[in-house]
T-cell receptor, first 114, second 117 residues
Framework: NAGVMQNPRHLVRRRGQEARLRCSPMKGHSHVYWYRQLPEEGLKFMVYLQKENIIDESGMPKERFSAEFPKEGPSILRIQQVVRGDSAAYFC????????????FGQGTRLTVV | GESVGLHLPTLSVQEGDNSIINCAYSNSASDYFIWYKQESGKGPQFIIDIRSNMDKRQGQRVTVLLNKTVKHLSLQIAATQPGDSAVYFCAENIGGAGGTSYGKLTFGQGTILTVHP
């Protein structure tokens, strides 16, 4: 049973470009969470999605960031017009149910904005 | 012993020693707590969890203690091994607006554990 798959593992973008990060949850998981981790810090919650629904986006920056989890295919975290401050590791986690169940994390996508 | 490093707290121990990693949480409404291990370049790996109606839970070589009075969580690792070297994070589940808790976690700062052979 494959774990949470994220791609790409490393992504380099120039300032002003768009970054697309993909997350395929574990088989049977319908809940996806995105987190951001800056160097030497803990993970910060960004958004919680179920299939075709955004449940909680309280941690998402108001501009340039968006997320989706379509009926078919992976969840996508999209960052438009990237800036240097967007450089971070972005982790996706998935779980079977929403309530108090273990969330499994992917290996992350390390975004570098040059 | 434990010391505060330049960025993250650090703990250095000898192989075979017991390790204790501490965490303070801020939200008294949190009802679910998890310890994660993160190795360099990897995602967080679940170690052990505990619900707020418990004060102790044991796993294989690990024990989590929860003190709700002072909002303190600790992770004890018995017979620490070099493979235990990593950054350890505590995380708390704050729950959703509708009163149903889900996997929205608030992570602590993290502690770097270094195990010397």
């Amino acid at each position: 049973n494959a774990g949470v798959m994220q791609n790409p593992r490393h992504l380099v973008r120039r300032r002003g470009q768009e970054a697309r990060l993909r997350c395929s949850p574990m088989k049977g998981h319908s809940h996806v969470y995105w987190y951001r981790q800056l160097p030497e810090e803990g993970l910060k919650f960004m958004v919680y999605l179920q299939k075709e629904n955004i449940i909680d986006e309280s941690g998402m920056p108001k501009e340039r960031f968006s997320a989706e989890f379509p009926k078919e295919g992976p969840s996508i975290l999209r960052i438009q017009q990237v800036v240097r401050g967007d450089s971070a590791a972005y982790f996706c986690a998935s779980s079977t149910l929403g309530d108090d169940t273990e969330a499994f994390f992917g290996q992350g996508t390390r975004l570098t904005v040059v | 012993g434990e010391s505060v490093g330049l960025h993250l707290p650090t703990l250095s121990v000898q192989e075979g020693d017991n390790s204790i990693i501490n965490c303070a949480y801020s939200n008294s409404a949190s009802d679910y707590f998890i310890w994660y291990k993160q190795e360099s370049g990897k995602g967080p790996q679940f170690i052990i969890d505990i619900r707020s109606n418990m004060d102790k839970r044991q796993g294989q070589r690990v024990t989590v203690l929860l003190n709700k009075t002072v909002k303190h969580l600790s992770l004890q690792i018995a017979a620490t091994q070099p493979g235990d070297s990593a950054v350890y994070f505590c995380a708390e589940n704050i729950g959703g607006a509708g009163g149903t808790s889900y996997g929205k976690l608030t992570f602590g700062q993290g502690t770097i554990l270094t195990v010397h052979p």
